[in-house]
């Protein structure tokens, strides 16, 4: 079961567009220093949106070999192919990934049943362990809990990241699943109440900035020491709002280039973090002992 902070990594690049590899090597060691549960490589705070297959695949293989055996590396692989989505999770396999995450098809908005059968198409083709990720907010698609309730039913799917931030929609799938299938929520600003209230982690955003501070926070939640982890999170809470004054990931990376990790640049079409948010940012990034 996959539990803790796990960090939604981005993807270092270069000025030209390239992978920065030398940068990635340095943020994955340190979030191995900082107590990082478990990374994701390749997901929507890595860009996995413009990285080509043949990028993606190489990115997934090359994070493996830097990462090694000192933390689980969790592959983004999900699209609004089913094909694609079975090819890149075919990538993750072989880069000897712990699991998959699948998000949702964007854009096509498939029903319910075509979400029950894209997931299973996927987990019928690659034996992996595989998570599922529903955040309607970006992909006009919600997976309701029946359907992850059907689809907790195959072998090798065995969790969820669910970002919609709602405690009932936690409480609905936990109803419905068996206590081994992860509940992994994707939206830091309610992550503690998420543990507190039955969910086992965080796929987190801000974890990328203070990784100690997010393992800290989800460790007292799991332990149910509610006053010590509310307390923690509240230490963090303006990241947490600050990170998503504009879409992810541009306000962590900028956040994390701060913070001495070169220039990491984005690909279009997303861009620089507008002036007016950088100051708060770099305030928010003091006052929790990232600067």
């Not at 939206?187 to 800290?216: Q, R, W, Y």
Request: charged share 20%.
């Amino acid at each position: 079961m996959f539990t803790g902070s796990i960090v939604a990594l981005v993807t270092p690049m270069q000025g030209n567009g390239d992978v920065d590899y030398t940068q990635l090597e340095s943020l994955i060691d340190f979030h191995v220093r900082e107590g990082t549960s478990a990374l994701v490589i390749a997901g929507t705070t890595g860009e996995s949106a413009t990285l080509s297959p043949a990028e993606h695949c190489d990115l997934l293989q090359r994070s493996y070999e830097i990462i090694g055996q000192r933390l689980p590396m969790i592959a983004g692989t999900g699209a609004n192919s089913t094909a694609e989505a079975i090819e890149l999770t075919q990538c993750a396999r072989k880069a000897r990934a712990e699991a998959a995450l699948l998000v949702t098809p964007y854009y096509n908005k498939p029903t319910q049943h075509g979400l029950v059968l894209h997931h299973q198409a996927i987990a019928d083709a690659v034996n992996i362990p595989q998570i599922l990720y529903n955040v309607p907010g970006r992909t006009a698609c919600d997976m309701q809990a029946d359907t992850v309730a059907e689809l907790a039913k195959v072998g090798n799917i065995v969790g969820i990241k669910e970002a919609t931030g709602s405690m009932e929609r936690l409480a609905d799938i936990k109803a419905r699943v068996g206590d081994d299938f992860s509940l992994l929520t994707g939206d830091d600003s309610t992550t503690c109440e998420f543990i507190l209230n039955g969910g086992h982690g965080a796929i987190s955003v801000t974890a990328n900035v203070v990784p100690a501070k997010m393992a800290n926070m989800c460790r007292l939640a799991r332990e149910g020491r509610q006053e010590e982890a509310r307390a923690a999170d509240a230490e963090i809470a303006d990241l947490h709002r600050l990170l998503f004054v504009e879409s992810n990931p541009i306000p962590v990376k900028w956040a994390v280039s701060e913070m001495g990790f070169g220039e990491l640049n984005l690909r279009l079409p997303m861009t620089k973090l507008s002036e007016q948010y950088q100051q708060p940012l770099r305030q928010s990034l003091i006052a929790c002992g990232a600067l």
